[in-house]
C-alpha cells in the first residue's frame, strides 16, 4: 500500500510511494506527530538521479524489518534536495560542521523541533569499513533517545546555536578591482591541473563557472594564460569520458582527474552551463570543437530533456538496466570490444576501438570501457568514424534507458533558457532559440504567480507547492535578460524586473546589502541559509548579482546596479583566497569592471544590414555586455529610447559608464569598439 508520498510531485519522492516505511514529506504535520508520539526524527535527504541513495533506499528502505523498526521507533521524513534546497542547505552545513564531509544521500536524526542531534550519509546494510550497519545506528539513536533524552537535547541546543553563530562576515564593503581578480586568476593558475585540465585532483568537476570567469578576463586584458586554461579545460572534457561522444551531453562529475570515468547521471545545470561556456569559448576563439560541443549539447538538452509542456527535465539516472534486469551504473553508455563487433563488425570495430580509446583490459568495470577521443592526431576517415558513430548510437537505442526526473525546477529552466537562446544566436539555429522561448513561456504561465512569487518546481503542467528560493530568482532573470538580447522582445527585460524587484525586497539584508538564500516570508528554518560559494551551479548570490548588474545596464535602474555592487563585496574577500568557488560571482565582478558595455541597435528588424550589427553586437566578448535591438521608434527596450537611424541606415551605439562613443552604421567599427 503506497505511503503519503503518493500525492508528491518530487520523482525521488515518489520512488519511495511503495517503500514499506511510513514516509512523510518534509511538513508541520510530521514534526507535530513527532511530538504527540514522542519520536524522534529521521530526516532522509536525496535526489532521484543519486546512485547511492538507490542503492541504500533498495537495501534498507525497501526491507521489510528496517521498515518496521522505522515505523516503531522514527518519524521518517524524506526530502528531494532539488524542491527543498533550503532544507537540504541548512542540514547538510551541520553534516560537514560535525563530520568534516556530506554527500547524499544524507541521513539526519532530528528531535520534534527540527533541531540536528545525529549525522551520516549512507549507511550499509551490514557493518563495512569502520562504517556501522543502518540498522546499528538506528538502535544507538533509539537508545539515546529513549535513556538520554536531556543530553540529546543538549547537544541539539548547541548544535543549533553553533550553526546560527555561522553568519557570514560579509568581507569588504568594496567592490572587487583589477588586483583583487588578478589574485584570483593567481589561485587558479595555482590549482590548474596543467596535465588534465581543470583545477584539483580526483574527483574533478566541470569548472563551468571559473572558465567564464576566465574568458571574460582574458577579453578585458588579454591574459593569455587565462584563455589557455579555458580551452585546455574544455578540450579535455571533450575529449574525456565525462562527455557522451555519442549522442553528446556531460556527465555529472569524473571520477579520476583525466576525465575518463564519468559518474554517469547527465543533470541538466551542468548541460545548461556548459552549452554556454563552449558557446562562449568558439566566440572568444573561433575553435571548432567548441562549436560542436555547444551544439551538440544544446540537441542533447532538446532532444532528451525537454517535457511535453516545454520545460526541462532535471536530469537522466546514472543507472539502468544492464539487461538482466539489475540496474548497474553506466550499464546504458560503456561498450566492451565484443560489443563493437556484434554492431560493426571486425574492421570498423578495430577502427572504433582505436578511435574512442576501447581497450581490452576495459577503462571502467568488467572489461567495459567509458567512449572517449584520445587520438588529437593523426587521421581519420570522416565518413567512416560519422557511420560507426550512427550505427552504435541506434544499437544504444535499443538498450534499456536510464530513468528521467521529469520535474521542472525553475532555476535551471533559467540557466537552459539563457544557453539555448545564445546558442542558437550564435550559431544561426533559430530551432534553439524557438525552445528557450518554450521554456521561459512555461516559467512565466506555470510557475509565476498573480504576484510575481516564483514556483521551485512543477512537473507534468503541475505546479508544485514550494516556493522558489534565491538561486530561482536570479538564474530564470538571467535567462529572461538573454531572451531579450537575443530577441529584441521587451516583455522579457519586464519579467526580469519583476523578479528582481523581489530579490530587492525579500532575499537582501537592508543594512549590509548581504544576501540570503531564502525570502524574508518564506518558512522558518533552524537557521536562515546564506551561502555566496558556487557549487555545482551559481549561487543564488552570484547569480543574483549578475542579473542585478545586467538589468541595472539595460535599464539604468540604480538600486539594482548598488545592490549587485554591494553583493559583490563577498567576491572581493572570497575572490583571491578561494577562486574556484566563486567563479560566477569573479565572471560578474569582470562586467563591472568592464562597465558592462550597453549596446543598442537600431533599424528595421527585417533589414539584412540591423540583422548584421545586432550579431556583431551578441558576439562580442566585452564581459556581461547587454544587447537591444528593435526599430527607431520601438519603445520594447529602454536602451532605445531616442536612438535614431544616421543617414537613415540601421545604427549601433556603444556606451559604458555614462560615456557613448559616436554611433556607427559600419559593422566593423562597431566590433572594434567592443574590442577596446
Same mark, same amino acid.
Given at each position: 500500500?503506497?505511503?503519503?508520498?503518493?500525492?508528491?510531485?518530487?520523482?525521488?519522492?515518489?520512488?519511495?510511494?511503495?517503500?514499506?516505511?511510513?514516509?512523510?514529506?518534509?511538513?508541520?504535520?510530521?514534526?507535530?506527530?513527532?511530538?504527540?508520539?514522542?519520536?524522534?526524527?529521521?530526516?532522509?535527504?536525496?535526489?532521484?538521479?543519486?546512485?547511492?541513495?538507490?542503492?541504500?533506499?533498495?537495501?534498507?528502505?525497501?526491507?521489510?524489518?528496517?521498515?518496521?523498526?522505522?515505523?516503531?521507533?522514527?518519524?521518517?521524513?524524506?526530502?528531494?534536495?532539488?524542491?527543498?534546497?533550503?532544507?537540504?542547505?541548512?542540514?547538510?552545513?551541520?553534516?560537514?560542521?560535525?563530520?568534516?564531509?556530506?554527500?547524499?544521500?544524507?541521513?539526519?536524526?532530528?528531535?520534534?523541533?527540527?533541531?540536528?542531534?545525529?549525522?551520516?550519509?549512507?549507511?550499509?546494510?551490514?557493518?563495512?569499513?569502520?562504517?556501522?550497519?543502518?540498522?546499528?545506528?538506528?538502535?544507538?539513536?533509539?537508545?539515546?533517545?529513549?535513556?538520554?533524552?536531556?543530553?540529546?537535547?543538549?547537544?541539539?541546543?548547541?548544535?543549533?546555536?553553533?550553526?546560527?553563530?555561522?553568519?557570514?562576515?560579509?568581507?569588504?564593503?568594496?567592490?572587487?578591482?583589477?588586483?583583487?581578480?588578478?589574485?584570483?586568476?593567481?589561485?587558479?593558475?595555482?590549482?590548474?591541473?596543467?596535465?588534465?585540465?581543470?583545477?584539483?585532483?580526483?574527483?574533478?568537476?566541470?569548472?563551468?563557472?571559473?572558465?567564464?570567469?576566465?574568458?571574460?578576463?582574458?577579453?578585458?586584458?588579454?591574459?593569455?594564460?587565462?584563455?589557455?586554461?579555458?580551452?585546455?579545460?574544455?578540450?579535455?572534457?571533450?575529449?574525456?569520458?565525462?562527455?557522451?561522444?555519442?549522442?553528446?551531453?556531460?556527465?555529472?562529475?569524473?571520477?579520476?582527474?583525466?576525465?575518463?570515468?564519468?559518474?554517469?547521471?547527465?543533470?541538466?545545470?551542468?548541460?545548461?552551463?556548459?552549452?554556454?561556456?563552449?558557446?562562449?569559448?568558439?566566440?572568444?576563439?573561433?575553435?571548432?570543437?567548441?562549436?560542436?560541443?555547444?551544439?551538440?549539447?544544446?540537441?542533447?538538452?532538446?532532444?532528451?530533456?525537454?517535457?511535453?509542456?516545454?520545460?526541462?527535465?532535471?536530469?537522466?539516472?546514472?543507472?539502468?538496466?544492464?539487461?538482466?534486469?539489475?540496474?548497474?551504473?553506466?550499464?546504458?553508455?560503456?561498450?566492451?570490444?565484443?560489443?563493437?563487433?556484434?554492431?560493426?563488425?571486425?574492421?570498423?570495430?578495430?577502427?572504433?576501438?582505436?578511435?574512442?580509446?576501447?581497450?581490452?583490459?576495459?577503462?571502467?568495470?568488467?572489461?567495459?570501457?567509458?567512449?572517449?577521443?584520445?587520438?588529437?592526431?593523426?587521421?581519420?576517415?570522416?565518413?567512416?568514424?560519422?557511420?560507426?558513430?550512427?550505427?552504435?548510437?541506434?544499437?544504444?537505442?535499443?538498450?534499456?534507458?536510464?530513468?528521467?526526473?521529469?520535474?521542472?525546477?525553475?532555476?535551471?529552466?533559467?540557466?537552459?533558457?539563457?544557453?539555448?537562446?545564445?546558442?542558437?544566436?550564435?550559431?544561426?539555429?533559430?530551432?534553439?532559440?524557438?525552445?528557450?522561448?518554450?521554456?521561459?513561456?512555461?516559467?512565466?504561465?506555470?510557475?509565476?504567480?498573480?504576484?510575481?512569487? /516564483? $514556483?521551485?518546481?512543477?512537473?507534468? +503542467?503541475?505546479?508544485?507547492?514550494? !516556493? &522558489?528560493? *534565491?538561486? %530561482?530568482?536570479?538564474? #530564470?532573470?538571467?535567462?529572461?535578460?538573454? /531572451? $531579450?538580447?537575443?530577441?529584441?522582445? +521587451?516583455?522579457?527585460?519586464?519579467? !526580469? &524586473?519583476? *523578479?528582481? %524587484?523581489?530579490?530587492? #525586497?525579500?532575499?537582501?539584508?537592508?543594512?549590509?546589502?548581504?544576501?540570503?538564500?531564502?525570502?524574508?516570508?518564506?518558512?522558518?528554518?533552524?537557521?536562515?541559509?546564506?551561502?555566496?560559494?558556487?557549487?555545482?551551479?551559481?549561487?543564488?548570490?552570484?547569480?543574483?548579482?549578475?542579473?542585478?548588474?545586467?538589468?541595472?545596464?539595460?535599464?539604468?535602474?540604480?538600486?539594482?546596479?548598488?545592490?549587485?555592487?554591494?553583493?559583490?563585496?563577498?567576491?572581493?574577500?572570497?575572490?583571491?583566497?578561494?577562486?574556484?568557488?566563486?567563479?560566477?560571482?569573479?565572471?560578474?565582478?569582470?562586467?563591472?569592471?568592464?562597465?558592462?558595455?550597453?549596446?543598442?541597435?537600431?533599424?528595421?528588424?527585417?533589414?539584412?544590414?540591423?540583422?548584421?550589427?545586432?550579431?556583431?553586437?551578441?558576439?562580442?566578448?566585452?564581459?556581461?555586455?547587454?544587447?537591444?535591438?528593435?526599430?527607431?521608434?520601438?519603445?520594447?527596450?529602454?536602451?532605445?529610447?531616442?536612438?535614431?537611424?544616421?543617414?537613415?541606415?540601421?545604427?549601433?551605439?556603444?556606451?559604458?559608464?555614462?560615456?557613448?562613443?559616436?554611433?556607427?552604421?559600419?559593422?566593423?567599427?562597431?566590433?572594434?569598439?567592443?574590442?577596446?
Amino acid at each position: 500500500m503506497p505511503n503519503r508520498l503518493a500525492h508528491e510531485t518530487s520523482p525521488y519522492l515518489l520512488q519511495h510511494a511503495d517503500n514499506p516505511v511510513d514516509w512523510w514529506p518534509w511538513s508541520a504535520e510530521a514534526f507535530e506527530e513527532a511530538r504527540k508520539s514522542g519520536k524522534p526524527v529521521l530526516l532522509s535527504v536525496g535526489y532521484s538521479s543519486c546512485h547511492w541513495c538507490h542503492v541504500m533506499a533498495h537495501e534498507s528502505f525497501e526491507d521489510q524489518e528496517t521498515a518496521d523498526y522505522l515505523n516503531a521507533h522514527f518519524v521518517s521524513v524524506k526530502v528531494d534536495r532539488e524542491e527543498r534546497p533550503d532544507v537540504d542547505a541548512v542540514y547538510m552545513e551541520a553534516v560537514q560542521a560535525a563530520t568534516g564531509q556530506g554527500g547524499w544521500p544524507m541521513t539526519v536524526f532530528l528531535t520534534p523541533d527540527a533541531e540536528p542531534f545525529y549525522f551520516g550519509t549512507y549507511f550499509p546494510p551490514a557493518p563495512r569499513q569502520g562504517s556501522p550497519s543502518f540498522r546499528q545506528v538506528l538502535e544507538g539513536v533509539r537508545s539515546a533517545w529513549t535513556d538520554r533524552r536531556d543530553e540529546v537535547a543538549e547537544v541539539a541546543e548547541k548544535i543549533v546555536r553553533d550553526l546560527a553563530g555561522r553568519e557570514i562576515a560579509f568581507g569588504d564593503t568594496q567592490v572587487p578591482g583589477e588586483e583583487d581578480l588578478a589574485g584570483a586568476l593567481l589561485g587558479l593558475t595555482r590549482d590548474y591541473d596543467a596535465g588534465h585540465g581543470g583545477f584539483g585532483g580526483a574527483p574533478k568537476f566541470p569548472p563551468s563557472m571559473a572558465i567564464e570567469f576566465l574568458l571574460r578576463h582574458h577579453a578585458r586584458t588579454g591574459a593569455e594564460g587565462a584563455l589557455q586554461m579555458a580551452a585546455d579545460t574544455c578540450e579535455r572534457m571533450a575529449r574525456g569520458g565525462i562527455y557522451d561522444q555519442l549522442a553528446g551531453g556531460f556527465a555529472r562529475y569524473s571520477v579520476d582527474r583525466e576525465w575518463v570515468v564519468p559518474h554517469f547521471e547527465k543533470m541538466l545545470y551542468d548541460n545548461a552551463l556548459l552549452c554556454r561556456v563552449y558557446a562562449h569559448l568558439w566566440r572568444s576563439t573561433g575553435s571548432d570543437l567548441a562549436r560542436r560541443v555547444a551544439l551538440e549539447t544544446a540537441d542533447f538538452m532538446v532532444r532528451e530533456l525537454r517535457t511535453n509542456e516545454g520545460g526541462f527535465a532535471s536530469a537522466l539516472d546514472a543507472d539502468s538496466d544492464d539487461g538482466t534486469g539489475k540496474h548497474v551504473e553506466g550499464a546504458y553508455y560503456v561498450w566492451t570490444p565484443a560489443q563493437l563487433r556484434e554492431v560493426l563488425g571486425e574492421q570498423d570495430a578495430e577502427l572504433a576501438a582505436d578511435y574512442f580509446g576501447v581497450t581490452q583490459e576495459g577503462t571502467f568495470e568488467e572489461g567495459a570501457s567509458v567512449l572517449q577521443l584520445p587520438q588529437s592526431e593523426g587521421v581519420f576517415d570522416a565518413e567512416r568514424i560519422a557511420s560507426i558513430r550512427a550505427r552504435l548510437l541506434e544499437a544504444r537505442g535499443e538498450r534499456p534507458a536510464p530513468g528521467r526526473d521529469d520535474k521542472v525546477v525553475a532555476a535551471w529552466n533559467g540557466l537552459a533558457v539563457a544557453a539555448l537562446a545564445e546558442t542558437g544566436a550564435y550559431f544561426d539555429r533559430p530551432d534553439l532559440i524557438e525552445a528557450a522561448l518554450g521554456a521561459a513561456d512555461l516559467l512565466v504561465r506555470l510557475h509565476l504567480d498573480e504576484h510575481a512569487r /516564483l $514556483a521551485r518546481t512543477s512537473k507534468d +503542467g503541475r505546479v508544485g507547492a514550494n !516556493a &522558489g528560493v *534565491l538561486e %530561482d530568482y536570479a538564474d #530564470v532573470s538571467e535567462g529572461f535578460l538573454a /531572451l $531579450a538580447s537575443v530577441t529584441g522582445e +521587451g516583455v522579457w527585460l519586464e519579467f !526580469a &524586473g519583476f *523578479l528582481l %524587484d523581489h530579490v530587492l #525586497v525579500q532575499f537582501t539584508d537592508e543594512e549590509s546589502g548581504t544576501l540570503y538564500d531564502t525570502a524574508a516570508d518564506a518558512e522558518k528554518l533552524i537557521r536562515r541559509p546564506q551561502d555566496p560559494t558556487d557549487n555545482a551551479t551559481p549561487s543564488g548570490w552570484s547569480a543574483a548579482a549578475g542579473a542585478l548588474l545586467s538589468y541595472a545596464a539595460q535599464t539604468g535602474a540604480e538600486p539594482h546596479r548598488a545592490a549587485a555592487e554591494r553583493a559583490l563585496g563577498v567576491v572581493k574577500a572570497l575572490g583571491p583566497r578561494a577562486p574556484r568557488f566563486i567563479g560566477w560571482g569573479l565572471a560578474t565582478a569582470e562586467a563591472l569592471l568592464d562597465g558592462p558595455r550597453e549596446v543598442a541597435v537600431v533599424g528595421p528588424v527585417d533589414d539584412p544590414a540591423t540583422k548584421e550589427l545586432h550579431r556583431a553586437a551578441l558576439l562580442a566578448t566585452a564581459p556581461g555586455a547587454v544587447v537591444a535591438v528593435g526599430a527607431p521608434d520601438s519603445d520594447e527596450l529602454p536602451l532605445l529610447a531616442e536612438r535614431l537611424l544616421v543617414s537613415g541606415e540601421p545604427t549601433a551605439y556603444v556606451c559604458r559608464n555614462f560615456t557613448c562613443d559616436a554611433p556607427t552604421t559600419d559593422v566593423d567599427r562597431l566590433r572594434e569598439a567592443l574590442k577596446r
